[in-house]
């Protein structure tokens, strides 16, 4: 069996779990501080925040940015059905924009197309860790006031000019599925630059409470503030975290090495479209591109019966979804990149428990059915 992820968990984690469940301190803890320090030192923000995953952090940063019915918010139609969410719980409109048929990220010239007067937020995702053309989008919210969202759901380790992904727009948020590169079960992490939102945020996630216990003068006594949301991260997940995103450094260049080598065996296949590599892509996963579905469905059920773990991110665009869709009156042949990367991509194991061995058996069988 070749999982298709691993999480990198080891008996110190275990132990730091353990301990924080004996301390009878299982929320609002010392491991969350530090698993934020932490995780804020790596992405190289100002602040940060733990959340009880992606999805509500980009809500939260919906809601903190005021958007509200009649606003759009722009979002690749390749993505998590989480993103489009996040701003359809404010009552904002969701515009779908069309991706990079290779790497599946917005592409820059379908946003340009889709801002109106009512634009009030982009926000873009770094699929499979593979940056967005931030340069370009950071320039056109400039000019037209608009804000920038990165979700960062696969961009642990992404980089871009030197600098985290997550740290262009006003904030970026991360998860911590037990698929991405570090695990706390669910959960995951908001990371801005700008004080105004993160004091928001922190009230925001606790339910509107304007002051956390630690900080309270009277026990028991506090306000409350805002309409806030639970959104917060368990004391004990965050204990889990920490391990792993001290060692991640050394774990996200494993990745980059096992990238290398599908690349290098499957460059020059017939049916079969790679990306280039790209050292600043975090490799949340490795992906393919079929020349058909046919091909691409043949081979899933080649791992599949070989035990090989293998997935599709996302087998169906989010307009194409049946809420979406019917809302929108979206139609069958609209984003057809979208669809085209839906259809053809596979999405390979690429975490830092593979071994070279494995990547060899995996290669070949996708060699023998391409």
């Excluded at 390749?78 to 990079?100: C, N, P, S, W, Y």
């Excluded at 606790?206 to 900080?215: Q, R």
């Excluded at 991260?233 to 080598?261: C, E, P």
């Excluded at 057809?336 to 995996?362: Q, T």
Aim: charged share 25%.
């Amino acid at each position: 069996m070749i999982p298709f992820s691993k999480p990198d968990i080891n008996r110190i984690d275990l132990k730091r779990v353990e301990k924080c469940i004996k301390s009878g301190w299982l929320t609002h803890g010392p491991n969350t501080k530090k698993f934020e320090k932490i995780f804020r030192d790596f992405t190289n923000s100002k602040f940060s925040t733990t959340v009880a995953n992606c999805t509500s952090g980009l809500h939260l940063a919906c809601i903190a940015l005021g958007l509200k019915k009649g606003d759009e918010v722009i979002v690749p139609a390749q993505t998590h059905a989480a993103t489009a969410h996040a701003a359809e719980l404010t009552g904002a409109k969701v515009i779908f924009a069309d991706v990079d048929p290779l790497n599946g990220n917005i592409l820059f010239s379908e946003i340009k197309k889709k801002i109106t007067k009512r634009t009030r937020c982009i926000i873009i995702v770094h699929m499979a860790g593979y940056p967005c053309d931030i340069t370009n989008i950071l320039k056109i919210c400039k000019k037209k006031n608009i804000k920038l969202i990165e979700d960062c759901a696969h961009s642990l380790g992404t980089t871009y000019k030197k600098r985290h992904a997550g740290n262009f727009g006003i904030c970026g948020v991360f998860s911590f599925y037990p698929t991405k590169q570090i695990t706390t079960g669910e959960g995951g992490m908001l990371i801005t630059n700008s004080k105004k939102l993160i004091d928001k945020i922190k009230v925001l996630k606790a339910l509107g409470v304007n002051t956390p216990p630690e900080l309270r003068k009277k026990q028991g006594i506090y306000d409350v503030t805002n309409l806030g949301l639970n959104y917060r991260m368990t004391d004990i997940q965050a204990a889990l975290g920490v391990g792993q995103i001290i060692r991640y450094k050394k774990n996200l260049q494993k990745r980059k090495l096992n990238a290398k080598k599908y690349i290098t065996n499957l460059k020059d296949i017939k049916n079969i479209k790679l990306q280039e590599f790209n050292s600043n892509n975090s490799y949340f996963i490795f992906q393919i591109f079929l020349k058909s579905k046919k091909i691409r469905n043949n081979i899933l059920k080649k791992f599949k019966y070989n035990n090989i773990g293998a997935s599709i991110h996302y087998a169906t665009p989010v307009p194409h979804m049946s809420y979406y869709k019917k809302k929108y009156k979206i139609l069958n042949n609209s984003f057809p990149n979208a669809r085209a990367y839906a259809d053809k991509s596979i999405s390979l194991p690429v975490h830092s428990n593979l071994k070279g061995k494995m990547i060899e058996y995996i290669s070949k069988i996708i060699k023998d059915n391409a």
